[in-house]
T-cell receptor
Framework: EAQVTQNPRYLITVTGKKLTVTCSQN?????MSWYRQDPGLGLRQIYY???????DKGDVPEGYKVSRKEKRNFPLILESPSPNQTSLYFC???????????????FGPGTRLTVT | AQTVTQSQPEMSVQEAETVTLSCTYD???????LFWYKQPPSRQMILVIR??????QNATENRFSVNFQKAAKSFSLKISDSQLGDTAMYFC????????????FGTGTRLQVTL
């Protein structure tokens, strides 16, 4: 089954304790992204990657790191989490359509992170 | 930069009725795509419908259709014959043609379908 997986699905941690949220896709997609969702703000892009070893900042990159060493994986790293990073996080992947139309984004199930 | 505005934070509709969710956007681009995503209580993001800006014909997917007004930069979603399973948060989103990895989202409209 074609899918994007994220782990963990739920995480409660404390300020300053480094954590990694993993993201993996089995569709051989070139493009991958991370978004965070906050009430009243919708989803905002954190980082994105257009291929292996190619990453760039989105709209809200402060406090986050990413890496893309393999095509299928795109982990999100919080080196020193703070309470304002409490949020719902989504990983997404996409691929150029053969008909030249819109790139459909495939979303993972989300990771609920709470930083106390 | 692009912005997407959803001016209706919450809406309610009775089962079997029709409801329209509003979305406006601001961009200087000519080639782009617009989407509506549904997020049920499970939190999964589900693509409902998409529209290519170069297409004048409004997209439809079963009970879901859009009213795309390019000059007015408006992209509303109409849900016909509303069902209880349509209860969800709905997000309007914009994508530039050149930036395949980036969706710009609105703040969402929470839709409640009632008996």
């Amino acid at each position: 089954e074609a899918q994007v997986t994220q782990n963990p699905r739920y995480l409660i941690t404390v300020t300053g304790k480094k954590l990694t949220v993993t993201c993996s896709q089995n569709m051989n997609h070139e493009y991958m992204s991370w978004y965070r969702q906050d009430p009243g703000l919708g989803l905002r892009q954190i980082y994105y990657s257009m291929n292996v070893e190619v990453t760039d900042k989105g709209d809200v990159p402060e406090g986050y790191k990413v890496s893309r060493k393999e095509k299928r994986n795109f982990p999100l790293i919080l080196e020193s989490p703070s309470p304002n990073q409490t949020s719902l996080y989504f990983c997404a992947s996409s691929y150029p359509p053969v008909d030249g139309g819109a790139y459909e984004q495939y979303f993972g199930p989300g990771t609920r992170l709470t930083v106390t | 930069a692009q912005t997407v505005t959803q001016s209706q934070p919450e809406m309610s509709v009775q089962e079997a009725e029709t409801v329209t969710l509003s979305c406006t956007y601001d961009t200087s681009e000519n080639n782009y795509y617009l989407f509506w995503y549904k997020q049920p209580p499970s939190r999964q993001m589900i693509l409902v419908i998409r529209q290519e800006a170069y297409k004048q014909q409004n997209a439809t997917e079963n009970r879901f259709s859009v009213n795309f007004q390019k000059a007015a930069k408006s992209f509303s979603l109409k849900i016909s014959d509303s069902q209880l399973g349509d209860t969800a948060m709905y997000f309007c989103a914009f994508m530039k043609h050149e930036t395949a990895s980036k969706l710009t989202f609105g703040t969402g409209t929470r839709l409640q379908v009632t008996l």
